[in-house]
């Protein structure tokens, strides 16, 4: 038997040599993680563009002034043609020859064609280039808060930075963007970096494909405070298939007018116990609601299986349903609920 006196204690080397063998087998679960992240990045990262456009103002006093604004952009594939993709307020009042569109690379073109939806802030941008690297558009419907996600765009002028974060909130409307405003609005927001420069950038799931495009920031400072936005991926393939077949952006109407009146307090005193849904105060004849027997006084519940959450809500989904479709649209009525 081995007496206590002769197990001497371990030096403080090999204390340390104890501890970085714990750290690098913990280390190891982190970086094999770690490199699902680093894959992600290098698959994008080749359809990630910095986006340069040089624009003419009108400041004070009407004067002229030049205007540099950058942003970023995701290459698609629509058809057997090249398009990046981008917020309309990254290249808004800028002609072609003065919007650059650079690749990782290095190489950088000129759009040959440029067509934008100011309602949702989408642009996109032909390239009469054929060598190039598509991103996948993903199913935004299938994203969830808390789902982690890789932002990419050029903050300050510094193209390809790469953030990460989570999904933190869903269907965010109704916010202040710009001098122009965006009419439709559903959102995604993130706490993934964003920063003025990653407008137009991709918001990426983990299995790289875009799921958003970035768009904007909350921000009392003008730089990132936690809470970006990002349009969601589904939202941007209607609007950019519309734009290449059409020229513009078709949207689907109902045909009503709705009570922005409306309020919580005058739900509960019609026996609504809930504080959202959309009222209609006017029906238009000859349209899909007067068809469908919709009636003023109706307060729409559920519109295509979605819970309806108020007015803009109710404008973004009929905005973004197929023409010509017919979908369910459940109201409160009489004191209780119709299909």
Do not use: C, W
């Not at 936005?229 to 007018?257: C, E, H, W, Y």
């Not at 006084?297 to 905005?319: C, K, P, Q, Y």
């Amino acid at each position: 038997p081995v007496s206590a006196q002769s197990v001497s204690a371990p030096s403080l080397h090999e204390q340390r040599d104890q501890m970085y063998t714990a750290l690098a087998r913990e280390a190891d679960l982190i970086e094999r993680q770690n490199g699902l992240l680093k894959k992600v990045v290098k698959v994008v990262q080749p359809s990630v563009v910095h986006i340069q456009a040089n624009k003419t103002s009108r400041g004070k006093n009407n004067a002229l002034t030049k205007v540099e604004e950058a942003g970023a952009g995701v290459i698609v594939k629509y058809g057997e043609r090249f398009y990046v993709v981008t917020n309309r307020h990254v290249i808004m009042d800028a002609r072609n020859r003065n919007i650059r569109v650079q690749l990782e690379d290095g190489r950088f073109f000129n759009p040959v064609e440029v067509r934008t939806d100011p309602d949702s802030d989408i642009a996109v941008m032909l390239l009469e280039e054929n060598n190039l690297a598509a991103a996948r558009l993903g199913d935004s419907d299938r994203v969830e808060i808390g789902d982690f996600v890789v932002a990419v765009g050029s903050p300050f002028g510094l193209s390809h930075s790469v953030s990460y974060g989570i999904i933190s909130a869903r269907g965010r409307r109704d916010l202040e963007l710009g001098s122009e405003g965006v009419r439709f609005q559903d959102f995604m927001q993130t706490d993934a970096a964003i920063n003025p420069g990653n407008s137009g950038g991709p918001l990426l799931n983990l299995r790289g494909e875009v799921i958003g495009i970035n768009t904007a920031i909350a921000s009392n400072s003008g730089g990132n405070d936690g809470i970006g936005f990002s349009i969601p991926a589904n939202m941007v393939s209607k609007v950019v298939q519309d734009l290449l077949r059409f020229g513009r952006v078709r949207r689907g109407f109902v045909g009503v007018t709705l009570d922005a009146r409306f309020s919580p307090e005058k739900a509960r005193a019609i026996g609504l116990n809930s504080v959202f849904g959309a009222r209609i105060s006017q029906i238009a004849p000859n349209s899909p609601a007067f068809d469908s027997e919709l009636q003023k006084g109706d307060i729409i519940l559920h519109f295509n299986g979605e819970r309806i959450v108020n007015d803009s809500h109710l404008v973004s989904e009929v905005s973004q349903t197929e023409i010509g479709r017919t979908v369910p649209v459940t109201v409160f009525r009489n004191g209780s609920r119709q299909t």
